[in-house]
């Protein structure tokens, strides 16, 4: 079993930033791809940024400029830092990530609140 595990959310004024971290624990044998989506009340989940265990990134165009996706292999790690956040990039944020162990399987957090007033 894995256990993906967030921190980092908030609430920040529009303009400012956040970093949201995700830490993967349990039994398995390596992570590929690790990332964020979001969901915005009324709206449909949609990814945000990921990463692969090579660092290639891939981002939403609504983010690209001021989100940056980073991980720390070692740690099992992901972190995702927010930069000039508009209220529009108020949703629950959800962490995943594509584990192997016997097979590929995908994993997600719990989820952490982020909320950007105007």
């Known amino acids: 079993q894995v256990r993906l595990v967030e921190s980092g959310g908030g609430l920040v004024q529009s303009g400012g930033s956040l970093r949201l971290s995700c830490a993967a624990s349990g039994n398995f044998f390596s992570i590929n791809t690790m990332g964020w989506y979001r969901q915005a009340p009324g709206k449909q989940r949609e990814l945000v940024a990921d990463?692969?265990?090579?660092?290639?990134?891939n981002y939403a165009d609504s983010v690209k400029g001021r989100f940056a996706i980073s991980r720390d292999n070692a740690k099992n790690t992901v972190y995702l830092q927010m930069n000039s956040l508009k209220p529009e990039d108020t949703a629950v944020f959800y962490c995943?990530?594509?584990?192997?162990?016997?097979?590929?399987?995908?994993?997600w957090g719990q989820g952490t609140q982020v909320t950007v007033s105007s």
């Open positions: 990463i692969t265990s090579h660092a290639i990134t």
């Open positions: 995943y990530a594509s584990v192997w162990s016997d097979e590929m399987y995908d994993y």
